[in-house]
């Protein structure tokens, strides 16, 4: 069957959550042709409510794409639902393989996949991902202020974890699990008022909706109202892998990203990157930001690249 391609684009941009259609925005409002290519599996959907976004506090993450989504219609941008497996350059920029076996060129690449969490392996916490086992103070730490919080320590974020958690409840507690605090910061801890609860946590337990705590290995029910773990993010991206960009670990130590300049620039020319695919740490406003910036960096690369072609070559000035 003969491949069908879409040509014309100035960018497609891989990746539909809040980087990228603020980046596909900020194209269109420039008046670029530009395509989003979204998977459909935004990171925060399991979430209640986006926080920390003036003016969209507590709103559905689906419900603030779904706004985006709309919003780059208006302006003259499309969208596509797809997943991008594969890229390649050709004469006049990019070519986008995408898993149906269709095929998008665009002229610029901005790519903003995201990541993935990798959850401890203990019973009960997928399941309750983005609900009663949480993350971050600051994405849902109002939501379960004042209640019994666990941090399951699987790394080295774990005090961390507790001693930020700590402003938000006086019941907070560091399950010691498989990596119990080094002694150095015991005193933290306790003077945050954060008690350290020995031995391995064998499961999240209690009715979908609502925890009732965590078993401890010698089978001690520890009530609990929410759980806080650390996942392993890992920014993966078949489009950035076959044009030879390779993740690297974090500074942070908290996985893996795609390393690119503060305007979204990567080491590949005219793929650019935004949220957390290469920022970890970077939340849905941060990320939009980062969107928008790369969006204003591409259309200001493609001028440049217009004004070249329409502009006489320069004529060698003879030696004196």
């Known amino acids: 069957m003969a ?18 259609l603020s980046g596909a925005i900020a194209l269109a409002r420039s008046r670029r042709r530009v395509l989003v290519v979204d998977a459909g599996s935004p990171r925060n959907a399991p979430a209640a409510g986006v926080h920390n976004l003036i003016g969209r506090e507590g709103t559905s ?14 302006y003259g941008g499309e969208v596509r639902r ?18 149906d076996g269709s095929v998008v060129r665009g002229r610029r690449l901005l790519v903003t996949t995201g990541l993935e969490d990798e959850l401890p392996d203990v019973p009960g916490v997928a399941e309750r991902w983005g609900h009663q086992v949480l993350h971050c103070p600051f994405c849902h730490g109002w939501e379960v202020r004042d209640q019994r919080i666990g941090v399951l320590a699987t790394g080295a974020m774990a005090t961390h974890q507790a001693v930020l958690f700590s402003r938000l409840s006086d019941r907070v507690v560091l399950l010691a699990h498989d990596v119990p605090p080094p002694a150095s ?18 499961a999240l337990e209690g009715e979908p909706d609502r925890l009732a705590g965590v078993r401890l290995e010698d089978g001690t029910l520890l009530p609990l109202d929410a759980v806080v773990v650390a996942p392993r993010m890992v920014a993966r991206s078949a489009v950035l892998d076959a044009l030879g960009l ?16 503060p305007t979204g620039r990567t080491g590949v020319a005219g793929v650019f990157l935004a949220g957390n695919v290469a920022d970890l740490t970077a939340q849905v406003g941060t990320s939009a930001a980062a969107g928008t910036t790369a969006g204003a960096m591409v259309h200001a690369e493609l001028i440049e690249e217009e004004l070249a072609a329409l502009l006489p070559a320069p004529v060698d000035q003879p030696v004196a």
């Open 3 to 20: 491949v069908q391609q879409q040509d014309g684009y100035d960018a497609v941009v891989v990746g539909g959550g809040a980087a990228g």
């Open 61 to 74: 993450p689906l419900a603030l794409l779904e706004q985006g989504r709309a919003d780059l219609v208006a």
């Open 82 to 99: 797809g997943r991008a497996v594969g890229a390649r350059r050709t004469d006049d920029g990019f070519a986008v393989d995408l898993e």
């Open 185 to 202: 910061d015991l005193p933290r801890l306790a003077a945050a008022g954060v008690a350290v609860v020995t031995g391995r946590v064998t």
């Open 246 to 261: 390779e993740p690297v670990p974090h500074p942070t130590g908290t996985g893996q990203h795609y390393p690119a300049d």
